[in-house]
């Protein structure tokens, strides 16, 4: 057996190459795999891949020319290299912006580094929960349109600055009055963050998603479309239905009950500080003055 063994390497393994492989090499392939799949789905989750499946087009017919020697081709691609790479920086420029944007959300050193001391305060009450979903389904059952922006890790300053500033607690009163008919703040957007509400009639970019569907209006479309640049869930009451729906992560649910729109705010809120890895509380000091 052992003859038949060697034998058999010597004569089909002997020309074969095998690397060292070093515990830091199989490190480094999991690494470049993993940014390759995550490269991979952020492109199919986005615009980018209508304008991917356009290069790959593009690439395939240089590679027929070159397969055929079409040199006046080949000469144009070649001068034309460096006019594409900065042309597709310019038209990818929101989606490498929201992928920059998604790499900062990871908070896997938010255990280690207090970078926001006072995260926790930003993160709203289940008081806030019961008037934004009271509010909304209120205003539902009477069709008064309204657009809520719940502001999660990405801070929404530009938007902020396009409505009129407020500074006041959420409630389900105050929401149905904003939003109430021929009121000087009904038309546009509102903020929330925290337990507040920043800011009113706010201009949110519009979603040029193809596969919208044609019975959706401008609230939407301004829903999906803040959905897209940014991680925070809007909500939406339809002026002609008054179906309340729910848009994330560049995806709309439409028709939701309020227990599910319960279920979405409460997975926002901040876990609960006093089992959230208590061996960095002293560091980050989170005890002061504790009882």
């Known amino acids: 057996m052992s003859e038949w063994i060697s034998h058999f390497f010597s004569t089909y393994l002997s020309g074969l190459y ?90 896997f050193l938010a255990n280690l580094v207090a970078f926001d001391k006072n995260r926790e305060n930003e993160r709203f009450t289940d008081e806030t929960i019961e008037g934004l979903v009271s509010a909304c389904f209120e205003m539902g059952s009477v069709k008064t349109g309204a657009l809520i922006v719940v502001e999660q890790a990405i801070h929404l300053n530009e938007f902020e600055r396009t409505g009129i500033e407020l500074d006041c607690i959420v409630s389900a009163q105050v929401l149905i009055n904003i939003f109430e008919h021929n009121t000087p703040l009904h038309d546009g957007a509102i903020i929330v963050r925290g337990n507040r509400i920043t800011s009113a009639t706010c201009y949110l970019p519009l979603s040029d998603n193809l596969q919208i569907s044609k019975d959706l209006g401008t609230r939407h479309r301004a829903a999906l479309g803040m959905s897209e640049v940014s991680d925070a869930l809007v909500i939406v ?55």
Do not use: C
């Not at 995550?38 to 991917?52: C, D, F, P, S």
């Open 237 to 291: 009451v339809s002026e002609e239905t008054g179906k309340v729906s729910v848009a994330a992560g560049g995806q709309l649910v439409r028709g939701v009950t309020p227990e599910y729109l319960t279920t979405r705010l409460s997975q926002m809120q901040y876990k609960n500080p006093e089992v959230e890895n208590k061996r960095f509380t002293i560091w980050k000091g989170r005890q002061k003055d504790e009882a």
């Open 18 to 107: 095998f690397p060292n492989m070093r515990i830091t090499d199989i490190v480094e392939i999991g690494i470049v795999a993993f940014v390759l799949y995550e490269i991979m789905v952020w492109i199919k989750n986005t615009k980018a891949w209508m304008l991917l499946k356009g290069i790959i087009m593009l690439a395939l017919f240089i590679l027929v020319a070159a397969i055929f020697n079409m040199q006046t081709i080949l000469f144009l691609a070649r001068g034309s290299i460096s006019v594409l790479v900065i042309a597709a920086v310019v038209v990818f420029q929101p989606e490498l912006r929201r992928a920059l944007e998604k790499l900062g959300e990871k908070n």
